[in-house]
């Protein structure tokens, strides 16, 4: 079997990225496997938004929502099982708070969608924009939940006895893991049936109604499995920075979602990782540079929006005549 | 016998403009039934209604008995309704081949499947394929469809309705915009059809409405003014008036 | 009278936010633009406003700068810019416009500064009228209002008896067809640009003194007009105007009556926190609900 392009890129990507921990440790330059971290937590955001938008065909900007929503269930969670009475039932276990986060964002994307999807397709952006907001005024409200000043995690989730997440090098491994489990079924998903549809829809919605395809459902779903993802991304972020704050679910934070899509290339397997990379890569190198890198980065957006639109995937992918 | 497909009464308005006026057909099984009529008569309309994608104000639309009238678009295909468009509306970057096995995929069990690759599942490539000879494309099978003449185009249109077996295809003006050779192409393979499904075309291609038809309905401003054998329209005076003036006489 | 007073308070946040909604709602269905930085021009009317106001002593002329301003930039980035990206797609212009809020946010805060600037009202208006017994209305309040219904009758006398009008609204609701019938549609889509800028500057400007004048104000109050546009109906100015209205009653009076009302069975810090959060959540609630009985909006411009 011939291997194309995207293969190589993601087998050298993933040897570079096991190789990291060592080489970080061995140069003294740890800190480096805190912000790879958070760049596959990212990516795994991205590549929900890719499948959404890419593959879906559905702009929206509400995924930010979806992945804060994530990442308060798994704080939620981590938080009650330390207290003495509690509204919730709590669990510190990542086998429960993880799954919890990513149910959390799947039934939030699959409401917004519900009502999204049914009016035309213009309002769909803004609608899915007014959802964002509506959940972060609910969490922004919640001072039971820390409200404004946002909430605190104790400790990282448990994963396995021996297997501490407050090893960073060890979290680094399974936020790896995870990100690679996740391409692997993003790629499956892509070439099954369901992928198929998606790309009909995409492609001529009208005609796959009139084929015979309930076009509502099939987009339902893939929002679904996109806001699944958000939420796992979440509860990464979440263990991660060990607290989480309404300013997770910010619009912007959806715009900059969008923003690493393009840049890693929509509808690209390895655009969640590309674009993440990317877009941390930018933000360090601008702000060594200049406390007003996010003119830049303005700047570089509209450049390559304008005049790369494909973003750094579509370099492994020939241009289709 | 009974009708395969029959409307009673079919009204629908947009504003102030009746486009169907109190449509009553019916078509036959196994029969090529024709639809005509001057420009502007409303035989997309009445097509629309028929496919799902416009809601009649009125009337009723029986598919082999059962009532479709506000049936969803999508729901109709499961009934044994397929349709073709005017304007060709095929899947542009995509080759004839994944074409038809996406119209193929709608009927053979659900798509709700995540994990195994569509292009490992030989039976959807293989009535895929089938489909593809039926519309003489099986030498461009995989050739984009972007490429594809105006033509060819055209068959692959009436491909993705017949993927579906359906019990009824409605073909709005398969021949739109074809040359001598491509109608007669496309003439053959409605003919051809007939023993597997029952049509019911519009067309403005006299001839090859009347060399087709088993029976023709005529529509002038939304309302049947004649429904019968080729024959007996062609004799008809109103439809003559109407339609057909001089140049038929 | 504590009803009263909220009712105007919410016909003054309606009609600014209509002046914003406006903008917007003309600028997608004219140029079928979605133009997330709207709430920047807002923003720029505040500053520049609170700027020329601080320094020349004068209001009037700090409107009539920010007007200027918020036109003069919103052409110019029409015609340099947005151009480029009218028919590439709403994606295309969520980012182009998502970059320019990330531009214009972090220049202002090289201009002016991260943190809040203060915008007094203007001594003339700084007193209240007595417009009941018992109920003290400020007159900034009631100038906003009327100048907020001035504007908002001379917005409808231009859309509905002038040309220019005319236009518009061919544009918002066939804009091929009005390109065939001849309109100019290059220099109407530039104009409208600037006239939606200039009408959110304005909203800014009036609105300076009473809310907090920082980066960002226009982030939070754009949700608020792509809500009014959605509940509206795209390119209906008159959508724009019952929109702007009912978000602005369902704000205010959320805002005023919640936490009391909520206070009657839920323990009361809990109340007034919940309060404000739960009135915003309201909004979009109402919003959803609109759209399940009318998907187009309540007053699309459209057929």
Aim: aromatic share 8%.
């Amino acid at each position: 079997m011939k291997l194309g392009a995207t293969w190589w890129f993601g087998i050298v990507a993933v040897v570079l990225l096991v190789l990291l921990p060592p080489i970080a440790s061995f140069t003294q330059q740890e800190f480096y496997i805190g912000v790879a971290t958070r760049v596959l937590a990212y990516a795994i955001a991205v590549s929900s938004l890719n499948l959404v938008l890419g593959h879906g065909g559905m702009l929206s900007l509400a995924q930010g929502s979806l992945l804060g929503a994530g990442a308060y269930t798994t704080a939620i969670l981590t938080v009650e099982a330390t207290k003495d009475v509690t509204f919730l039932p709590g669990a510190t276990s990542a086998w429960i708070t993880w799954p919890a986060a990513m149910l959390v964002g799947a039934l939030l994307g699959l409401a917004i969608a519900s009502i999204s999807l049914r009016t035309r397709a213009i309002f769909f952006l803004m609608i899915t924009l007014a959802f964002n907001q509506m959940l972060y005024y609910l969490f922004f409200s919640m001072k039971v939940y820390g409200g404004d000043d946002g909430l605190g995690m104790a400790a990282r989730s448990d994963l396995l006895p021996g297997l501490a997440l407050e090893n960073d090098t060890v979290f680094f491994y399974v936020a790896l893991a995870l990100f690679a489990i996740f391409t692997f079924v993003q790629h499956r998903l892509v070439h099954s049936r369901f992928g198929r549809v998606l790309e009909g829809i995409r492609i001529n919605e009208p005609r796959m109604q009139a084929l015979g395809f309930d076009t509502y459902r099939y987009k339902l779903v893939c929002f679904a499995i996109g806001g699944a993802g958000s939420g796992l991304a979440g509860a990464l972020l979440a263990n991660k920075n060990l607290f989480v704050s309404p300013g997770l679910l910010d619009w912007l934070q959806s715009g900059t979602l969008l923003v690493m899509t393009i840049l890693g290339g929509v509808g690209q397997l390895w655009g969640g990782l590309l674009g993440a990379a990317a877009y941390l890569v930018i933000e360090e190198l601008l702000s060594a540079y200049t406390q007003r890198w996010q003119i830049g980065l303005g700047v570089a957006l509209i450049a390559v929006t304008l005049y790369a639109p494909r973003g750094l995937g579509a370099l492994f992918v020939p241009r289709r005549p | 016998m009974s009708p395969v497909l029959a409307t009673t009464s079919l009204r629908k308005r947009f504003g102030g403009i009746t486009a169907t006026d109190d449509v009553s057909l019916d078509v036959a099984a196994h029969e090529v039934h024709a639809l005509i009529g001057p420009n502007g008569a409303g035989k997309s309309t009445l097509i629309g209604q028929l496919a799902g994608t416009l809601r009649p104000d009125g009337g009723t639309i029986l598919c082999n008995g059962l009532d479709v009238t506000h049936m969803p678009a999508h729901k109709r295909v499961a009934h044994g309704l397929a349709r073709s468009y005017q304007i060709t509306s095929t899947f542009r970057g995509l080759t004839v081949l994944d074409n038809l096995v996406l119209a193929v995929q709608a009927t053979a069990g659900s798509s709700f499947r995540f994990w195994r690759p569509a292009s490992a599942e030989a039976s959807l490539y293989d009535r895929a394929r089938e489909v593809a000879a039926l519309v003489d494309l099986s030498a461009r099978e995989d050739v984009l469809v972007d490429h594809l003449s105006h033509g060819e185009e055209r068959q692959l249109e009436v491909g993705l309705a017949l993927a579906s077996r359906p019990r009824v295809l409605l073909l709005d003006e398969p021949m739109a915009g074809m040359g001598k050779e491509e109608s007669a192409r496309m003439l053959h393979l409605i003919e051809r059809l007939r023993s597997s499904t029952t049509v019911l075309l519009v067309e403005h291609d006299m001839a090859a409405v009347f060399r087709l038809a088993d029976r023709i309905t005529v529509l002038v401003y939304g309302r049947v003014i004649a429904s019968g054998k080729p024959d007996e329209i062609r004799r008809d005076r109103e439809v003559r008036e109407a339609y057909l003036g001089a140049a038929a006489s | 009278m504590l009803f009263l007073e909220q009712t105007l308070n919410a016909l003054q946040l309606g009609l600014m936010l209509f002046l914003i909604a406006a903008g917007l709602t003309l600028v997608f269905g004219i140029m079928d633009l979605v133009n997330l930085a709207h709430g920047s021009f807002y923003m720029l009317g505040a500053y520049v406003a609170a700027t020329v106001a601080a320094k020349s002593g004068s209001f009037a002329a700090a409107f009539l700068v920010a007007l200027a301003a918020a036109a003069g930039v919103g052409m110019l980035v029409e015609w340099l810019l947005l151009r480029r990206v009218y028919g590439r797609g709403h994606l295309s212009q969520v980012l182009v416009t998502f970059a320019l809020i990330l531009i214009a946010n972090e220049t202002v805060r090289w201009i002016w500064g991260a943190n809040p600037i203060d915008m007094g009202v203007p001594r003339s208006l700084a007193g209240s009228v007595a417009l009941a017994p018992g109920l003290s209305y400020s007159e900034y309040r009631l100038a906003i209002i009327v100048a907020g219904l001035a504007l908002a009758a001379a917005l409808f006398w231009m859309v509905n008896c002038t040309r220019l009008g005319i236009w518009i609204r061919a544009g918002a609701s066939n804009r091929d067809m009005a390109r065939a019938l001849g309109v100019d549609t290059s220099r109407l889509f530039t104009l409208v640009f600037g006239l939606g800028a200039a009408l959110s500057a304005f909203a800014g400007a009036m609105l300076g003194p009473i809310l907090s004048v920082q980066v960002g104000m226009g982030e939070a109050i754009i949700i608020l007009a792509f809500v009014v546009v959605v509940i509206g109906g795209i390119g209906s100015v008159r959508g724009a105007l019952l929109g702007s209205i009912v978000v602005a009653a369902v704000d205010t009076y959320g805002r005023a009556f919640l936490p009391s009302a909520l206070g009657a069975f839920l323990p009361l810090d809990i109340a007034t926190h919940l309060g404000p959060g739960l009135s915003q959540v309201s909004i979009f609630v109402l919003m959803a609900a609109i759209l399940f009985f009318r998907p187009r909006g309540l007053m699309p411009a459209t057929g």
